[in-house]
């Protein structure tokens, strides 16, 4: 079965590291996966989005127009990409900076405060990990034990201590409680 997700928000807040670590995850995984990202010339606050695919069967297109899956970390990203996602989908979205919900009644609209829950839990930079933990709890589109192996492959040597730290993220995201 085909998931399509966009992650989106700003440069900085680690969109395109999240949708790498969520398409590398698809590769350990055996499936077929695109990665497709998109972002302005700035490297930093300029708008960031990503499209990842991950299927059985090969993907013919790395465009998604039709997310399954939002990954919202800003309120411009929120605003552009939550009419696209198809019915029965899910938004997970960053509550400390969006102060909005859906409308939508046909999916589901879930946030967390991520960027609050790095701050105080010292983990800066790592909101972007956080909403991936409680996606992956919300959606079940891939196993948690897979991504952590991702982020193993996906950091650097020469970063290697961040590994311990977005393994954290994702579990503190995946154990949120609403």
């Known amino acids: 079965m085909a998931t399509k997700i ?3 928000g700003f440069g900085g807040q680690g969109v395109q590291f999240v949708a790498k670590v969520t398409a590398y995850a698809g590769m350990i995984a055996n499936k077929e996966v695109s990665w497709l990202p998109s972002y302005g010339p700035e490297m930093r606050g300029g708008t960031s989005n990503c499209s990842v695919c991950i299927d059985e069967s090969p993907i013919a297109c790395p465009i998604v127009n039709d997310p399954d899956i939002l990954m919202a970390l800003n ?3 929120f605003d ?3 009419s696209m996602v198809v019915p029965g989908g899910t938004i997970v979205y960053d509550s400390s900076l969006i102060n909005k919900t859906s409308d ?3 999916i589901s609209c879930k946030g967390i405060p991520a960027t609050k829950m790095a701050k105080e839990k010292e983990l800066p ?3 972007n990990m956080i909403a991936l933990g409680y996606m992956l709890k919300l959606t ?3 196993d948690a034990d ?4 991702a982020i193993e492959k996906m950091v650097p ?9 977005n393994v954290a993220a994702i579990d503190l995201g995946y154990n949120y409680a609403e």
Do not use: H
Request: charged share 25%; aromatic share 10%.
């Open 6 to 8: 966009v992650f989106a």
């Open 125 to 127: 930079g790592l909101a």
């Open 75 to 77: 309120t411009p990203s």
């Open 157 to 165: 040597a020469s970063k290697a201590a961040l590994i311990a730290k």
């Open 80 to 82: 552009k990409f939550e």
């Open 140 to 142: 079940k589109f891939m």
């Open 104 to 106: 939508r009644t046909d």
């Open 146 to 149: 897979i991504i952590k192996s």
